[in-house]
Nanobody
Framework: QVQLVESGGGLVQAGGSLRLSCAAS????????MGWYRQAPGKQRELVAS???????NYADAVKGRFTISRDNAKNAVYLQMNSLKPEDTAVYYC??????????WGQGTQVTVSS
């Protein structure tokens, strides 16, 4: 079976940095897109960043210039480097993989809390 394991969340002060990691165990055929979503209390889940390949990435306006997404195809892993964190970045962050045959996989979520 496939399992996405996330790590790297935690508590950080405003202006600080965190690096989220997500690694997929098991076999996933033909990964298309990897990304990160987040959901804050009282809000809908939103796309933070996605990556198809190194030169094809997408970011939410709120995080452009501060977050960087990357992937390691050999490890079926995706990362999110978060710099200059703001209190409004506080949310549960979820790893996401879209693969062939309309297969979707989600991580368990990791809490990111940014204090002011």
């Amino acid at each position: 079976q496939v399992q996405l394991v996330e790590s790297g969340g935690g508590l950080v002060q405003a202006g600080g940095s965190l690096r989220l990691s997500c690694a997929a165990s098991g076999s996933i055929f033909s990964i298309k897109t990897m990304g990160w979503y987040r959901q804050a209390p009282g809000k809908q889940r939103e796309l933070v960043a996605s990556i198809i390949r190194a030169d094809i990435t997408n970011y939410a306006d709120a995080v452009k210039g501060r977050f960087t997404i990357s992937r390691d195809n050999a490890k079926n892993a995706v990362y999110l480097q978060m710099n200059s964190l703001k209190p409004e970045d506080t949310a549960v962050y979820y790893c996401h993989i879209a693969a062939a045959f309309n297969q979707i996989y989600w991580g368990q979520g990791t809490q990111v809390t940014v204090s002011s």
